[in-house]
């Protein structure tokens, strides 16, 4: 076993080129690139991490005005709310008082109708009454009626100032007795009553007028004593007239 | 067939013996440097499947360093990564039908042991400067300097017995086996021998790597020891 020295060095010195050339051609470009991409990975991790800070801070501050915005739109949602409230009450208050007054209204008119109304039926009730009493009376037109009227007429024209009576009796003109119907065979009774309740005449003249219902009335030119049921029954719608 | 001891001079370039080795040695690096060129032409900051495989091996290279040493790859990744790269393409290279692996012969693994012999000087003196490097022979303590230097010696040598022996000797036994049994039945010792021709490759980098480490390390632990100690005054800093 021999070890050929020549070869040896020969050997060493191809493995120490071979070092040398793959160190140039081989180690140092992979290992650069290696290196080189760290770096830039390195970098652009920075740069990412101060993006993703501005990132923070700009989501902070937008954060931020969010919520400000947020109070604003409250405050702004509640003052409109409170607005839309009060213009709510106002406007149902003026809708309760306009009601109120279209209410009051209707009852003062519904007042005021029912009052007419009532004043109507009164009248028309009072009407209906007193045709019914001028019929019922009709009925009762007979002697003995038309001699209390006689009686309650000589008692008026005594009851009367008697110069009044006096004036009436003098009258130019004379006197009109007027009776409901035709007083026929009582013309002479009723002519000598009269006479002597007046103290004397000129002339009685008698007329008749259906409207009286009963009675017997004085007439002269300026004056008229009333004395008939349909006296009465004017006296009566009067006063119910007066007390409606 | 000849004696894997002897290593026939194919022809001389004056003094200079040209064996079957050196010219395998040449192909590989001729392979090996042109690759690499080839492979290293474009590199984009964004890898594709080829700087990808490529980075992955520089990368792997750094880590069993890293692993090994503790130290920065960066001085020593030329140097034991092409030490490892040489050895398994010539260890591979048996493979190849007429091809005898330049690690089958005694030159080569001498070379290669010789090599680490001197890197562990040179990594040694330029980490700790010449006293330094020296004063590692003498750590523990000087008793161990006669040991330390024999070890230097004996470390380098069992490398290059161990690399020698195991890759001549598959080449032998394939060689053999071939010529006695026929064509196809060397193959599962060829397989072996892939595997064997990877881990010899693996262990002849990382002994390297350890024994420039451990010099590196004694130099600077030396240097720490013989620094003079703090006055009592002196506060810590």
Same mark, same amino acid.
């Given at each position: 076993?021999?070890? =050929?020295?020549?070869?040896?060095?020969?050997?060493? &010195?191809?493995?120490?080129?071979? &070092?040398?050339?793959?160190?140039?051609?081989?180690?140092?470009? &992979?290992?650069?690139?290696?290196?080189?991409?760290?770096?830039?990975?390195?970098?652009?991790?920075? !740069?990412?991490?101060?993006?993703?800070?501005?990132?923070?801070?700009?989501?902070?501050?937008?954060?931020?005005?969010?919520?400000?915005?947020? %109070? %604003? *739109?409250?405050?702004? *949602?509640?003052?409109?709310?409170?607005?839309?409230?009060?213009?709510?009450?106002?406007?149902l208050?003026e809708?309760?008082a %306009?009601?109120?007054?279209?209410?009051?209204?209707?009852?003062d008119?519904? !007042?005021?109708?029912?009052?007419?109304?009532?004043?109507?039926?009164?009248?028309q009730? !009072? %009407? @209906? !009454?007193?045709?019914?009493?001028?019929? @019922?009376?009709?009925?009762?037109?007979?002697?003995?009626?038309?001699?209390?009227?006689?009686?309650?007429?000589? =008692?008026?024209?005594?009851?009367?100032?008697?110069? =009044?009576?006096?004036?009436?009796?003098?009258?130019?003109?004379?006197?009109?007795?007027?009776?409901?119907t035709?007083?026929?065979?009582?013309?002479?009774?009723?002519?000598?009553?009269?006479?002597?309740?007046?103290?004397?005449?000129?002339?009685?003249?008698?007329?008749?007028?259906?409207?009286?219902?009963?009675g017997?009335?004085?007439?002269?030119?300026?004056?008229?004593?009333?004395?008939?049921?349909?006296?009465?029954?004017?006296?009566?719608?009067?006063?119910?007239?007066?007390?409606? | 067939?000849?004696?894997?001891?002897?290593?026939?001079?194919?022809f001389?370039?004056?003094?200079?013996? #040209?064996?079957?080795?050196?010219?395998?040695?040449?192909?590989?690096?001729?392979?090996?440097?042109?690759?690499?060129?080839?492979?290293?032409?474009?590199?984009?900051?964004?890898?594709?499947?080829?700087?990808?495989?490529?980075?992955?091996?520089?990368?792997?290279?750094?880590?069993?360093?890293?692993?090994?040493?503790?130290?920065n790859?960066?001085?020593?990744?030329?140097?034991?990564?092409?030490?490892?790269?040489?050895?398994?393409?010539?260890?591979?290279?048996?493979?190849?039908?007429?091809?005898?692996?330049?690690?089958?012969?005694?030159?080569?693994?001498?070379?290669?042991?010789?090599?680490?012999?001197?890197?562990?000087?040179?990594?040694?003196?330029?980490?700790?400067?010449?006293?330094?490097?020296?004063?590692?022979?003498?750590?523990?303590?000087?008793?161990?300097?006669?040991?330390?230097?024999?070890?230097?010696?004996?470390?380098?040598?069992?490398?290059?017995?161990?690399?020698?022996?195991?890759?001549m000797?598959? /080449?032998?036994?394939?060689?053999? /086996?071939?010529?006695?049994?026929?064509?196809? /039945?060397? #193959?599962?010792?060829?397989?072996?021998?892939?595997?064997?021709?990877? /881990?010899?490759?693996?262990?002849?980098?990382?002994?390297?790597?350890?024994?420039? $480490?451990?010099?590196?390390?004694?130099?600077?632990?030396?240097?720490?020891?013989?620094?003079?100690?703090?006055?009592?005054?002196?506060k810590? $800093?």
């Open positions: 076993m021999t070890i =050929d020295f020549w070869g040896l060095g020969l050997q060493a &010195v191809n493995v120490l080129i071979l &070092v040398w050339l793959l160190s140039r051609v081989f180690w140092r470009p &992979v290992a650069a690139a290696i290196a080189k991409r760290q770096k830039t990975a390195q970098e652009v991790i920075g !740069s990412a991490k101060a993006t993703q800070a501005k990132a923070d801070t700009a989501l902070t501050e937008a954060t931020k005005a969010r919520a400000g915005i947020e %109070e %604003e *739109r409250a405050a702004m *949602r509640d003052a409109a709310k409170a607005d839309a409230e009060t213009a709510s009450k106002t406007i208050n809708a309760r %306009e009601a109120e007054a279209i209410l009051a209204a209707a009852k008119t519904i !007042s005021h109708d029912a009052i007419a109304a009532r004043k109507a039926n009164d009248a009730a !009072s %009407e @209906l !009454s007193l045709k019914i009493a001028a019929r @019922l009376l009709e009925r009762l037109n007979g002697p003995t009626v038309q001699s209390v009227f006689l009686s309650q007429l000589v =008692d008026a024209i005594a009851d009367m100032p008697a110069a =009044d009576r006096k004036a009436l009796a003098s009258d130019p003109k004379g006197i009109e007795i007027v009776s409901a035709d007083t026929g065979a009582e013309q002479g009774k009723i002519e000598k009553e009269i006479q002597t309740a007046l103290g004397g005449t000129r002339e009685i003249r008698f007329t008749t007028d259906p409207n009286l219902i009963a017997l009335e004085l007439r002269s030119p300026h004056f008229t004593l009333h004395n008939s049921w349909a006296a009465d029954l004017t006296q009566v719608r009067k006063a119910v007239k007066d007390a409606a | 067939m000849n004696s894997p001891l002897d290593s026939i001079a194919l001389y370039l004056g003094p200079l013996p #040209i064996t079957q080795a050196v010219l395998t040695t040449w192909a590989i690096m001729a392979i090996l440097v042109i690759g690499s060129y080839l492979l290293t032409r474009r590199m984009d900051l964004v890898p594709g499947k080829r700087q990808a495989a490529l980075e992955l091996i520089v990368t792997t290279m750094d880590t069993q360093i890293v692993e090994t040493s503790g130290a790859p960066a001085p020593y990744r030329a140097f034991i990564g092409t030490l490892f790269m040489f050895i398994l393409v010539a260890n591979w290279s048996s493979l190849i039908p007429g091809v005898e692996p330049p690690t089958a012969g005694l030159e080569t693994d001498a070379a290669l042991a010789v090599l680490v012999f001197l890197s562990v000087i040179w990594f040694g003196v330029r980490g700790d400067g010449i006293g330094g490097y020296l004063k590692s022979f003498a750590a523990p303590n000087p008793i161990m300097i006669p040991l330390n230097i024999l070890q230097s010696l004996t470390r380098v040598f069992s490398m290059f017995v161990r690399l020698f022996g195991n890759v000797s598959g /080449v032998f036994v394939i060689g053999i /086996v071939a010529s006695l049994a026929g064509l196809l /039945v060397p #193959i599962p010792l060829m397989a072996l021998d892939l595997l064997t021709g990877l /881990v010899q490759a693996y262990i002849f980098a990382v002994l390297a790597m350890v024994f420039i $480490t451990s010099t590196v390390e004694d130099g600077q632990h030396s240097k720490r020891n013989t620094a003079p100690a703090p006055s009592p005054n002196q810590d $800093t």
